[in-house]
């Protein structure tokens, strides 16, 4: 039995597809488009799905859509009505879009259906609806290694619900408590996201990374004023602050004039300022955290926990609930936002609709280590290595393994492209840049000269499993980089913090014995791997271990800023050309910057 699930239509469409309830395919649009977090009806990654299980269509007992555009219709209407007149222009922009399309919904995805499949037809049972959340906990849960599991989902919004808890057992899953929009964490962090310029719904993971610089100045001023959190952590925000609801903007003249400054420019520079305010709403959007799933463990102890939703990107936030909150066994969705919501979508329909039996049959989940996008055949790579005139030579996975941690140790710049392509919005090793992390100045090579970003941005290490607890506090595997841990006082290297003339400045002195990956606070972003998940990279650091005695390099995605990660060999030949990379491997092929 096959299920396609759908995402689209807000932001970072995809599509996935189920066989009898393992995972064949799972991609998303933006990595064939090349818009980044496009939310186009993910046309061409349906095809992928089918085109990877040899199928059509035809042969898909159901198509699931990951939320209820009803009930958000329902929703944004009695939002506006509740905040007139405040909302009409922002009001009279989206309800001309509800009044040609979105209210007829169904009627719209079957007719972009057919246009894939002209035989689908539609027979009334075929597609289904699960609501926002319903769909993020199903993608949390059904994939998880845990049998029974509390279940907490934060984001923007869905329909209504902005943060819920739920409790899967088996193939189940019981919702248990919510809140409802305007209330919504994910917005607070978007609202401040956007006050210091960066993108909504795209840029949350830059203001976690600024964050470290900062200090907690105004968390106090956040609390008094912006939201009241109980000692359950639930909260409720005060709106007078905010202009989400029912205008263009995500804040209010009020949240400017509380901060004593209007919003950054995007692009400006980002001063000392800035930084602590990233670092309060950090803060804040932790202690909220912190104290909801503290509490949950108080009510459920001794239970797993599954997180998704936007929120559950933010690693720090994850590594804080690791240690603190009680729980031990955390398992995060990789694509904890709306991509994901596809795979929710199409596990909801199978194990709750059809009733189908859910098996934990060892302690791995079912994501396959989330390589579930296209891989490229060597025909297709040699075709496009030649139309691009590039000197390029073929290697067993021997040779290439070494030949690469020689390039690493000599501190060349690697885009690294193997295997199928990641599901989710991290690189875990399938379409990467690599580096050594040893080298003091290959954070600011990397954003400089290859990723054509802000200098503040740090780098995650991945690091063989079995030696991560030699170097970070983490005490548990971390195989797609969704938590934080700290580099172990042993390893760092004491620094002169006073000879630097500003915070970044100071940044770019070595804190540890491998500053390529310590983040200002000591921390890293961390990526375990092991031979049975993921033997490809297992082999590739192993060898570059024999040969440095560290085991570890830097992982960052193949792209430059504002760009999707790589999916086509093509993609991956551009990015490289148009960047100070020095090395490109495809498969087993090895390029340098020489042409004939």
Same mark, same amino acid.
């Given at each position: 039995?096959? $299920?396609?699930?759908?995402?689209?239509?807000?932001?970072?469409?995809?599509?996935?597809?189920?066989?009898?309830?393992?995972?064949?395919?799972?991609? @998303?649009?933006?990595?064939?488009?090349?818009? +980044?977090?496009?939310?186009?009806?993910?046309? +061409?990654?349906?095809?992928?799905?089918?085109?990877?299980?040899?199928?059509?269509?035809?042969?898909?007992?159901?198509?699931?859509?990951?939320?209820?555009?009803?009930?958000?219709?329902?929703?944004?209407?009695?939002? %506006?009505?509740?905040?007139?007149?405040?909302?009409?222009?922002?009001?009279?922009?989206?309800?001309?879009?509800?009044?040609?399309?979105?209210?007829?919904?169904?009627?719209?995805?079957? +007719?972009?259906?057919?246009?894939?499949?002209?035989?689908?037809?539609?027979?009334?049972?075929?597609?289904?609806? !699960?609501?926002?959340?319903?769909?993020?906990?199903?993608?949390?849960?059904?994939?998880?290694?845990?049998?029974?599991?509390? $279940?907490?989902?934060?984001?923007?919004?869905?329909?209504?619900?902005?943060?819920?808890?739920?409790?899967?057992?088996?193939?189940?899953?019981?919702?248990?408590?919510?809140?409802?929009?305007?209330?919504?964490?994910?917005?607070?962090?978007?609202?401040? !996201?956007?006050?210091?310029?960066?993108?909504?719904?795209?840029?949350?993971?830059?203001?976690?990374?600024?964050?470290?610089?900062?200090?907690?100045?105004?968390?106090?001023?956040?609390?008094?004023?912006?939201?009241?959190?109980?000692?359950?952590?639930?909260?409720?925000?005060?709106?007078?602050?905010?202009?989400?609801?029912?205008?263009?903007?995500?804040?209010?003249?009020k949240f400017n004039g509380l901060f004593e400054s209007p919003p950054r420019v995007p692009g400006s520079e980002v001063t000392a300022f800035h930084m602590d305010i990233a670092n309060s709403i950090q803060q804040v959007t932790e202690l909220v955290m912190l104290r909801i799933t503290t509490?949950?463990?108080?009510?459920?102890?001794?239970?797993?926990?599954?997180?998704?939703?936007?929120?559950?990107?933010?690693?720090?936030?994850?590594?804080?609930?690791?240690?603190?909150?009680?729980?031990?066994?955390?398992?995060?969705?990789?694509?904890?936002?709306?991509?994901?919501?596809?795979?929710?979508?199409?596990?909801?329909?199978?194990?709750?609709?059809?009733? @189908?039996?859910?098996?934990?049959?060892?302690?791995?989940?079912?994501?396959?280590?989330?390589?579930?996008?296209?891989?490229?055949?060597?025909?297709?790579?040699?075709?496009?290595?030649?139309?691009?005139?590039?000197?390029?030579? +073929?290697?067993?996975?021997?040779?290439?393994?070494?030949?690469?941690?020689?390039?690493?140790?000599?501190?060349?710049?690697?885009?690294?492209?193997?295997?199928?392509?990641?599901?989710?919005?991290?690189?875990?090793?399938?379409?990467?840049?690599?580096?050594?992390?040893?080298?003091?100045?290959? @954070?600011?090579?990397?954003?400089?000269?290859?990723?054509?970003?802000?200098?503040?941005?740090?780098?995650?290490?991945?690091?063989?499993?079995?030696?991560?607890?030699? %170097?970070?506090?983490?005490?548990?595997?971390?195989?797609?980089?969704?938590?934080?841990?700290?580099?172990?006082?042993?390893?760092? $290297?004491?620094?002169?913090?006073?000879?630097? !003339?500003?915070?970044?400045?100071?940044?770019?002195?070595?804190?540890?014995?491998?500053?390529?990956?310590?983040?200002?606070?000591?921390?890293?972003?961390?990526?375990?791997?092991?031979?049975? @998940?993921?033997?490809?990279?297992?082999?590739?650091?192993?060898?570059?271990?024999?040969?440095?005695?560290?085991?570890?390099?830097?992982?960052?995605?193949?792209?430059?800023?504002?760009?999707?990660i790589v999916c086509t060999p093509a993609d991956a030949v551009l990015c490289y050309l148009g960047t100070g990379m020095d090395v490109l491997v495809i498969e087993n092929y090895i390029v340098r910057k020489q042409t004939y």
């Open positions: 039995m096959y $299920i396609l699930g759908i995402s689209a239509y807000y932001h970072d469409s995809a599509a996935c597809l189920l066989m009898d309830g393992e995972i064949v395919a799972a991609v @998303q649009e933006e990595r064939f488009t090349r818009i +980044k977090n496009d939310s186009a009806f993910p046309e +061409k990654s349906i095809k992928y799905c089918l085109d990877h299980a040899g199928i059509t269509l035809t042969e898909i007992s159901y198509i699931a859509y990951y939320e209820k555009p009803f009930l958000k219709f329902e929703r944004l209407l009695e939002t %506006y009505l509740a905040f007139a007149p405040a909302g009409i222009k922002s009001f009279l922009k989206a309800f001309p879009s509800w009044l040609k399309d979105k209210l007829f919904f169904k009627r719209m995805l079957i +007719k972009a259906l057919q246009q894939i499949d002209p035989g689908w037809e539609y027979d009334g049972k075929n597609l289904l609806f !699960t609501d926002h959340h319903r769909s993020h906990a199903a993608s949390a849960f059904y994939p998880s290694p845990f049998h029974r599991a509390v $279940i907490l989902t934060a984001d923007g919004v869905g329909e209504w619900m902005t943060t819920s808890v739920a409790v899967g057992t088996a193939n189940k899953i019981e919702n248990i408590n919510h809140i409802n929009f305007p209330h919504s964490l994910g917005l607070l962090y978007s609202a401040f !996201t956007y006050y210091l310029g960066f993108k909504v719904n795209c840029d949350e993971y830059k203001v976690m990374g600024l964050s470290s610089y900062g200090r907690p100045v105004y968390v106090d001023r956040i609390l008094e004023h912006l939201i009241d959190v109980k000692q359950d952590g639930s909260y409720r925000l005060n709106m007078q602050y905010f202009n989400y609801a029912a205008g263009l903007t995500m804040t209010s003249e509490d949950l463990y108080r009510r459920y102890p001794g239970a797993d926990l599954c997180l998704a939703g936007g929120v559950a990107l933010n690693c720090v936030i994850n590594g804080a609930i690791l240690k603190r909150s009680g729980f031990k066994n955390i398992w995060i969705q990789p694509a904890a936002g709306d991509a994901g919501g596809c795979l929710g979508a199409a596990y909801a329909v199978y194990y709750e609709h059809l009733q @189908q039996e859910r098996l934990i049959t060892s302690c791995h989940d079912k994501m396959q280590s989330a390589l579930l996008g296209p891989s490229y055949k060597p025909a297709e790579i040699e075709r496009v290595l030649s139309f691009h005139n590039l000197r390029f030579e +073929k290697m067993d996975d021997d040779e290439l393994y070494e030949t690469i941690a020689v390039d690493l140790a000599n501190q060349k710049v690697i885009g690294y492209f193997k295997g199928r392509m990641e599901f989710g919005p991290r690189a875990l090793g399938a379409r990467s840049i690599i580096a050594d992390a040893r080298s003091a100045e290959m @954070q600011s090579i990397l954003n400089k000269k290859i990723k054509f970003r802000e200098s503040f941005r740090p780098f995650a290490p991945v690091v063989l499993e079995e030696y991560a607890d030699e %170097y970070f506090d983490l005490e548990v595997p971390s195989p797609y980089m969704l938590m934080v841990g700290k580099v172990r006082s042993e390893k760092r $290297i004491p620094a002169n913090f006073e000879l630097a !003339t500003n915070v970044i400045e100071s940044a770019k002195q070595a804190r540890s014995i491998v500053p390529a990956i310590t983040h200002f606070d000591f921390t890293a972003r961390l990526q375990t791997v092991n031979s049975e @998940q993921h033997p490809d990279l297992y082999k590739l650091i192993t060898a570059f271990y024999g040969l440095t005695g560290c085991p570890m390099i830097i992982n960052t995605s193949f792209n430059r800023m504002d760009e999707p």
